[in-house]
């Protein structure tokens, strides 16, 4: 089929060309292989999308690309790692018992006897050797396992305490909240009694000062012999 030349990119074909190319750098795969399939979608050539992509579309995705090298690079360390073959490793009735019981007191100080006896160490070692294993990374295997164990168990009474301490703190929280509503709503009471109050008093200031203006205007005087003024009662 002819490709046809098509000046116009949309944002779609854009986010098509970088969800692609991103694609194939993870896959370990490279960019020339994304602008072929990228050209297939859109009838394009796969200059063009190469173009379009070093051109105006890379700058946008600096930090993706930068994301899809280092997964490119951990599914590599991943694939080699799943292609090493380690032997079995082979173990005495001591430590076979040990790794059924690892609190096993009896079962660990053979495991320390065999770990100290040189004589027996290097019997176990040219064996081991034979079988592609070393006893003593065995033994240091079992003694990392037992520490693990104990860490993991004072991790997890940690863990509770932690739990615990929260629970508390969020019961004094939920307190702290009804206390702080109850005081809300006896402020709000207070200052509706207040503004009442404040209401009476000055319907009260209002009636003493009407009572003086009437009492003042109703009042009669008259002049006594030293010229003094002296009020008439009604």
Known sequence: MTKVRQDAWSHEDDLLLAETVLRHIREGS??????????????????ACGFRWNAIVRKKYEQAIEIAKKQRKQKKRAEQRSKIVRPAPVFSAAESAYLANPSDTDTNNE??????????????????EKEGINLSDVIA?????????????????????????????????????????????????????????I?????ARRMV??????????????????????????
């Open 209 to 234: 000062a009407f009572q003086d203006q009437e009492s003042v205007q109703g009042a009669t005087f008259k002049m006594d012999q030293n010229g003094n003024l002296e009020k008439i009662a009604k």
């Open 111 to 128: 495991i320390e006897a065999v770990g100290t006896d040189p004589d027996i160490t290097a019997a176990s070692d040219r064996q081991a």
């Open 141 to 197: 295997f079992l003694k990392t396992l037992q520490r693990g164990k104990a860490t993991t168990g004072r991790l997890e009474q940690e863990n509770s305490h932690l739990k615990l301490e929260n629970d508390k703190l969020l019961q004094k929280v939920s307190e702290l909240e009804k206390e702080i509503g109850g005081l809300q709503n006896r402020q709000q009471t207070v200052e509706d009694d207040y503004q009442a109050l």
């Open 30 to 47: 490279t960019q020339l292989d994304a602008f072929e399939e990228v050209g297939d979608r859109l009838n394009r050539t796969g200059a």
């Open 199 to 203: 209401g009476i008093m000055d319907r």
